[in-house]
Nanobody, 117 residues
Framework: QVQLVESGGGLVQAGGSLRLSCAVS????????MGWYRQAPGKQRELVAI???????NYEDSVNGRFTISRDNAKNTVYLQMNTLKPEDTGVYYC???????????WGKGTLVTVSA
């Protein structure tokens, strides 16, 4: 059973930056595509970024150019650098192993990002 522990969220003003981290248990981290997802208040969870085992990345249109996903396979950790944050980026951010845009494992608690105007 893979466990996912997100951290790094907080309250930030619009235009600011945050770096999220996700620690993943298990010894097969490096062979999976990893994703960051977010759930805004009153909305469904959505995929915002993925990174393949080889390091290729893809982003949801609204975050492209502002967010950067990366991974450290030696540390079983995936990161999300978020720059030029906007109020609409507010939500709970989760990571997961990704398959076709959906999380494979039970969701962690997530980390709350709040962007004030």
């Amino acid at each position: 059973q893979v466990q996912l522990v997100e951290s790094g969220g907080g309250l930030v003003q619009a235009g600011g930056s945050l770096r999220l981290s996700c620690a993943v248990s298990g010894n097969m981290f490096s062979i999976f595509t990893m994703g960051w997802y977010r759930q805004a208040p009153g909305k469904q969870r959505e995929l915002v970024a993925i990174i393949t085992p080889g390091g290729r990345t893809n982003y949801e249109d609204s975050v492209n150019g502002r967010f950067t996903i990366s991974r450290d396979n030696a540390k079983n950790t995936v990161y999300l650098q978020m720059n030029t944050l906007k109020p609409e980026d507010t939500g709970v951010y989760y990571c997961n192993r990704d398959i076709l845009g959906h999380g494979m494992d039970s969701w962690g608690k997530g980390t709350l990002v709040t962007v004030s105007a």
